[in-house]
């Protein structure tokens, strides 16, 4: 069984920078696995943020990016603000079968 | 603008069977893919399967085959998850999202299924 791996927790200062990382147990990510990263905030949906490793949609803040490095698919945010704090999942394709992250939660404090 | 908005809140007994409804609008109904994603109380994000509107042709996550269907109607721009033989691990909020070549984008705003005797 395919697992995605993500830091369950991460702590960051306001006005910081925090990169989320994403693994597969099945080896390096590539851009073949189309890492997408979704932000959840608490009694809301998930939100799309980026798709296809680096690629931002239209809405998604100019502070949020997205990258491959060292073998995972990685979410970087510079210059945190309070209203980041949330949950934040990968999503990775599998030739069919999709496998989400178990998700890091991200405390701004 | 893109919407997509689900059916209300259902409570279900053990062993029943669940169908929730995502309702597209502001798109071509048949360009895009829909995925059902759950999330059980608590929990991460589970991916269930997808459909696509235009063919009807379905994939489901190995977890849930024979015991989910996804279905829809284009005469409405609607797609159906029913979920059968409902346990009480099944209790989590239903997802549709929409996706085209790997980017997904719209959520809707979830449907809560609880199971309970």
């Known amino acids: 069984q395919t697992v995605v791996t993500q830091e369950p927790s991460l702590t960051v200062s306001p006005g910081g920078t925090v990169t989320l990382t994403c693994a597969s147990s099945t080896g390096a990510v590539t851009s073949g696995y189309y890492p997408n990263w979704f932000q959840q905030k608490p009694g809301q949906a998930p939100r799309a943020l980026i798709y296809s490793a680096s690629n931002k949609h239209s809405w998604t803040p100019a502070r949020f990016s997205g990258s491959l490095l060292g073998g995972k698919a990685a979410l970087t945010l510079s210059g945190v603000q309070p209203e980041d704090e949330a949950d934040y999942y990968c999503?990775?394709?599998?030739?069919?079968?999709?496998?989400f992250g178990g998700g890091t939660k991200l405390t701004v404090l | 603008q893109v919407q997509l908005v689900q059916s209300g809140a259902e409570v279900k007994k053990p062993g029943a069977s669940v169908k929730v409804s995502c309702k597209a609008s502001?798109?071509?109904?048949?360009?895009?893919?829909m995925h059902w994603v759950r999330q059980a109380p608590g929990q991460g994000l589970e991916w269930m399967g997808w459909i696509s509107p235009n063919s009807g042709g379905t994939d489901y996550a190995q977890k849930f085959q024979g015991r989910v269907t996804l279905t829809r109607d284009t005469s409405i721009s609607t797609v159906f998850m029913e979920l059968s033989r409902l346990i009480s691990d099944d209790t989590a909020v239903y997802y549709c999202?929409?996706?085209?070549?790997?980017?997904?984008?719209?959520w809707g705003q979830g449907t809560l299924v609880t199971v309970s005797s």
């Open positions: 999202v929409r996706e085209l070549r790997e980017v997904y984008d719209y």
């Open positions: 999503l990775l394709y599998y030739g069919g079968t999709r496998v």
């Open positions: 502001g798109y071509t109904f048949t360009g895009y893919y």
